[in-house]
């Protein structure tokens, strides 16, 4: 066999002690689909340190793509596949997630607000900002047709709450992929969009590049 | 809300449409204010006012909404905000009241504490007059009026001032992804002065605030003149028998919450400090970063929103779950879900071990079934062995005489038994082709104990020979 003394280094990584000691753990938040970011100081830390070592072993072992993004200073880890193929545990469909619809809406508001809101130092939203958008702000029209499929100068708390409800549980989505940071006291969610939002935008790469002809072809109105 | 709340609410409300101009009145009375404000006489006539309504109502803006009624608006102004100088009743003057008012606004637009430098104002206000160390009541008067009256507010309204200014230039901003690339570019060069004026300004707060050192020390070593005193630990006290020990701990506890309270000041300060600096920081580093790639990222946002608009607008939110558009891709992500098992551990307590025993074995009773067993294999093995004789010659001979056959067993074997179980044999292993005759005469065997019906087997296909 050739090349077999490469082949027995490159998981020799995995007898040093602190990779053992962390090892679990972080194999478990990469492939549960959590981003690493910069400050998980520890994690991150091992990950830049032996990033061709772990990237050799989830291509290998996993199919998968480890890959490692910087954006507005944060650098940041995550897992994905390799261009088209669904990873070597194909028929254990169970690693291959789609995205809920409202998974995908949520995360296009999401990085709207995180663009509009380039130059501050913190992205930070609350519901209630949520709801004014929605009942003032510019795009007020459509995102009310989307909710309540009816324009109306008031809503009801019912339908309030249960909006609150369903968005809020796709924040607990984005929460656990650490896009977002999100803490809920008392009925009161406060959310910080973090920089691996841009995990979601480039999963969308293609279609907001080729914007025009992608929307082209649905024959949208603005 | 309470009964008291109600009412007081309801007075403040009274009170406050009289204090305040409404938005035309207010307008009216600017433009009063810029008449008189480069003139020596701090007066004028009513043609005056009258042209300040005709321009405020002249303005676009205000046009089209509503009817103005020049004799209404001037009651109102009369009522505080405009006077008639005494004994001259075709002449006015703004109220001291509405030239404040005016100021609270002009303020907002053109702040002046951005333009004073902030550290001379500091040291001048900071300083501590001398000899506190005998005097609580000056170190009171000095905490109270230059301290919390002035220097407090002087340095609360810079810091008021840059928060936000800060605040509106990311918010203006915010806006340059949504124009087009030059206008864009011209924006952050703008911009980028803008924040490092903002920058040196926050420097200026941040250098002044260092001077809070010496202030603080000094306090904090007035303070522990009063508490040596307090404690007898000086010689003054010891001579000067007016003192005595409650009036020195009273004075030494004065001293120390005025030092408290102007320590807590200064932490405030240092905190909005950090905070203002980092948005300096960020916007500003975001402004450089952005000059670098602005086409790119205002494409990048707009078509997002784009892509946002069309998704409102098409997509069905859904209970229990929402529909993208048609042929809206869906995108994957990797998301295992571990799921550990383990199962649990029941002591249910009546479950008692097996404790295995040795059978003892019996040799006589496993010898007789043995033989037992023997002698039956060896009889089905000779019930076996008749019956294909039998067959056999059912097949040569085409007719056998069953019954004689089965005496004859009977007899060999000295059993009936055998002969009976052969015959059952043999009834059951012929095919549909032998014919079976049962002639009701008696056939018995040797000793007369087993009788049968005689019983024949021919081949039916064969002639009877």
Redesign the interface.
């Known amino acids: 066999m050739e090349n077999l003394s490469s082949e027995q280094t490159q998981f020799e990584f995995l007898a040093i002690p602190q990779i053992q000691k962390n090892f679990a753990e972080l194999n ?1 938040e ?4 959590k981003t690493i970011l910069a400050d998980s100081i520890g994690l991150y830390g091992l990950l830049e340190e032996y990033k061709d070592e772990f990237e050799n072993y989830y291509l290998r072992l996993y199919g ?1 793509e480890l890959k490692k993004r910087v954006h ?2 944060m650098g940041y880890f ?4 390799v261009e088209s193929s ?2 070597r545990l194909s028929s254990s469909s ?9 998974h ?2 949520v995360g ?2 999401i ?2 607000l995180y ?7 913190e992205k930070k939203f609350s519901w209630e900002e949520l709801k004014y958008e929605v009942e003032n702000g510019e ?1 007020k029209d ?2 009310q ?3 309540f ?1 009816e324009k109306r100068s008031e809503y009801s708390t019912k339908e309030w709450s249960e909006v609150k409800k ?1 968005i809020n549980t796709v924040l607990n989505f984005f929460d656990r ?1 650490r896009i977002i940071e999100k803490e809920e006291t008392e009925g009161e969610i406060n959310f910080i969009i973090l920089p691996s939002i841009y995990r979601f ?1 480039e ?2 790469k293609n ?3 080729n ?1 025009k002809t ?2 082209a ?2 024959s ?1 109105s ?1 | 809300m309470s009964k008291q709340l109600i009412s007081s609410v309801e007075k403040f409300h009274d009170v406050y449409t009289e204090l305040f101009p409404e938005s035309l009145e207010a307008m009216v009375l600017y433009c009063l204010y810029q008449e008189i404000k480069d003139s020596t006489s701090k007066e004028f006539d009513f043609s005056v006012i009258k042209s300040a309504i005709h321009e405020v109502e002249n303005l676009e803006f205000i046009k089209r909404s509503r009817n103005i009624q020049n004799e209404r608006l001037f009651k109102k102004l009369l009522n505080g905000f405009v006077e008639r100088v005494t004994g001259q009743s075709h002449k006015f003057y703004l109220t001291t009241h509405a030239e404040r008012v005016i100021e609270i606004v002009l303020q907002r637009i053109d702040n002046p504490y951005l333009k004073f430098p902030l550290k001379d104002t500091f040291e001048s206000f900071f300083s501590l007059p001398e000899n506190l160390d005998n005097d609580i009541d000056k170190l009171e008067r000095w905490h109270r009026l230059n301290f919390i009256n002035t220097s407090q507010q002087v340095v609360l309204s810079h810091l008021e001032a840059l928060k936000m200014g800060v605040d509106y230039a990311v918010a203006e901003l915010n806006k340059v992804l949504d124009t087009d690339a030059l206008t864009a570019m011209q924006m952050l060069e703008h911009f980028s002065l803008n924040f490092q004026t903002l920058g040196d300004k926050a420097r200026q707060v941040g250098e002044a605030i260092v001077m809070k050192d010496r202030v603080y020390y000094r306090l904090k070593s007035t303070v522990n003149v009063y508490m040596e005193r307090s404690e007898g630990l000086t010689n003054e006290s010891l001579r000067d028998s007016q003192y005595n020990y409650e009036q020195l701990d009273a004075e030494y506890k004065r001293a120390r919450h005025i030092r408290e309270d102007i320590s807590s000041f200064f932490t405030r300060i240092d905190n909005q400090l950090t905070i203002i600096n980092k948005r300096i920081a960020f916007a500003s580093n975001k402004i450089t970063e952005l000059q670098e790639s602005l086409s790119a990222k205002s494409h990048y946002k707009v078509s997002i929103k784009k892509i946002l608009i069309y998704l409102l607008n098409n997509s069905n939110w859904g209970k229990p779950s929402a529909l993208l558009p048609d042929n809206f891709p869906a995108k994957y992500t990797v998301r295992d879900q571990f799921r550990f098992y383990a199962l649990r551990q029941w002591d249910l307590g009546f479950l008692k071990k097996g404790i295995p025993f040795r059978h003892t074995i019996d040799p006589a009773y496993e010898l007789e079934q043995r033989n037992r067993f023997e002698r039956e294999l060896k009889q089905q093995q000779k019930i076996r062995d008749y019956t294909n004789v039998i067959l056999e010659q059912v097949n040569k001979e085409n007719r056998v005489d069953l019954s004689n056959q089965l005496m004859e067993i009977a007899d060999q074997n000295a059993s009936a038994e055998m002969a009976v179980l052969s015959g059952h044999e043999v009834i059951r292993q012929i095919n549909s082709h032998t014919k079976i005759n049962v002639e009701r005469r008696l056939i018995s065997d040797a000793t007369n104990t087993f009788h049968l019906w005689k019983i024949s087997l021919q081949n039916k296909h064969s002639s009877n020979s």
């Open positions: 478990i990469l492939l549960r689909g998968l507005d200073s995550y897992l994905d596949f669904k990873g169970n690693l291959y997630h789609e995205l809920d619809p409202r995908t809406i296009f508001i990085a709207n663009l509009s809101t380039y130059f501050n130092a795009l459509a995102y047709n989307l909710f499929k369903e992929m935008i999963l969308y279609e907001i590049e914007a992608f929307l072809d649905k949208i603005e």
